[in-house]
């Protein structure tokens, strides 16, 4: 079965960073997207950073310039680097895996809370 554990959530100070990381197990982790998604307290859950098996990466205008996600397939992992943070960065980040034929799994998310 695919599952996805992610890790490095915590509380830290606006201005501040963090990274997150996510590792897959039960799929061939080099041929799926990657991405991490976050969803604040009565909000949707959007997409932040989309990697490709490639390597393309995507990012949410919000977050261009102090995030990057980046992939290590020998580790089967995938990481979101957080700089800059921001209290309106707080929310739960999700990780999630996409296989070639169309098959999506979330993780069961990690808290981050960026503090002003």
């Known amino acids: 079965q695919v599952q996805l554990v992610e890790s490095g959530g915590g509380l830290v100070q606006a201005g501040g960073s963090l990274r997150l990381s996510c590792v897959a197990s039960?799929?061939?982790?080099?041929?799926?997207?990657m991405g991490w998604y976050r969803q604040a307290p009565g909000k949707q859950r959007d997409m932040v950073a989309v990697?490709?098996?490639?390597?393309?990466?995507t990012y949410a205008d919000s977050v261009k310039g102090r995030f990057t996600i980046s992939r290590d397939n020998a580790k089967n992992t995938v990481y979101l680097q957080m700089n800059s943070l921001k209290p309106e960065d707080t929310a739960v980040y999700y990780c999630?895996?996409?296989?070639?034929?169309?098959?999506?799994?979330w993780g069961q998310g990690t808290q981050v809370t960026v503090s002003s």
């Open positions: 999630k895996e996409r296989l070639p034929v169309g098959s999506e799994y």
């Open positions: 039960g799929s061939i982790f080099s041929l799926n997207g």
């Open positions: 990697i490709s098996s490639a390597g393309t990466t």
